[in-house]
Antibody
Framework: QVQLQQWGAGLLKPSETLSLTCGVN????????WTWIRQPPGKGLEWIGE???????RYNPSLGSRVTISLDTYGRRSSLTLASVTAADTAMYYC????????????WGQGILVTVSS | SFELKQPPAVSVSPGQTARIPCSAD??????SYWYQQKPGQAPVLLIY???ERASDIPARFSGSSSGTTVTLTISEVQAEDEADYYC??????????FGPGTRVTVL
């Protein structure tokens, strides 16, 4: 049974960099794309991007070049970095996994609320 | 751009059937997925590849596809099914896209 555990700073000022980490306990690490998804308060879900341990990665164009996802294969961790945050980046951030042969995001972290406020 | 459309809300009485449609142009070209999200919790995968039930999901949840519309059906609705439900698919660009969500209220 896989468990995803997230941590990171929950309060940022505008222009700062968001940094979150997701630890993966159990299950395969290599068979999945490690994904980040966010949800503004009271709103729907937005896919941020994903990365596989092969180095293959994809990002949502709506976030431009501000977003980077990295993996620590040996530590079984996925990390999200989002630069130059604004109030519009205030959201619950989830890590999740999606299979190489995509069958949905079948496991999710608990989520971290990141608030951007001056 | 590729957008998924869902009704904002559906109301259903206990024991009845709730149907939640999700539509988009070219949706027939891609698989669709369904998630349930209860307040304060992370989403849970219910249905993958249009109609396959995810692990440990009760049989009262089912998915179907017809043309550019996919539908999540909840049979014999229970009070615990009150939640937000999101459809998800993949745009031609490869971006994963979610619908705006449908709030199911059990009367």
């Amino acid at each position: 049974q896989v468990q995803l555990q997230q941590w990171g700073a929950g309060l940022l000022k505008p222009s700062e960099t968001l940094s979150l980490t997701c630890g993966v306990n159990g299950g395969s690490f290599s068979d999945y794309y490690w994904t980040w998804i966010r949800q503004p308060p009271g709103k729907g879900l937005e896919w941020i991007g994903e990365m596989h341990q092969s180095g293959s990665s994809r990002y949502n164009p709506s976030l431009g070049s501000r977003v980077t996802i990295s993996l620590d294969t040996y530590g079984r961790r996925s990390s999200l970095t989002l630069a130059s945050v604004t109030a519009a980046d205030t959201a619950m951030y989830y890590c999740a996994r999606g299979g190489v042969w995509f069958e949905g995001f079948d496991s999710w972290g608990q989520g971290i609320l990141v608030t951007v406020s001056s | 751009s590729f957008e998924l459309k869902q009704p904002p809300a559906v109301s259903v009485s206990p024991g009845q059937t709730a149907r939640i449609p999700c539509s988009a142009d070219a949706l027939s070209d891609q698989y669709s997925y369904w998630y349930q999200q209860k307040p304060g919790q992370a989403p849970v995968l219910l249905i993958y590849r249009d109609s396959e039930r995810a692990s440990d999901i009760p049989a009262r949840f089912s998915g179907s596809s017809s043309g550019t519309t996919v539908t999540l059906t909840i049979s014999e609705v229970q009070a615990e099914d009150e939640a937000d439900y999101y459809c998800q698919s993949v745009a031609k660009s490869g971006v994963y896209v979610f619908g705006p969500g449908t709030r199911v209220t059990v009367l």
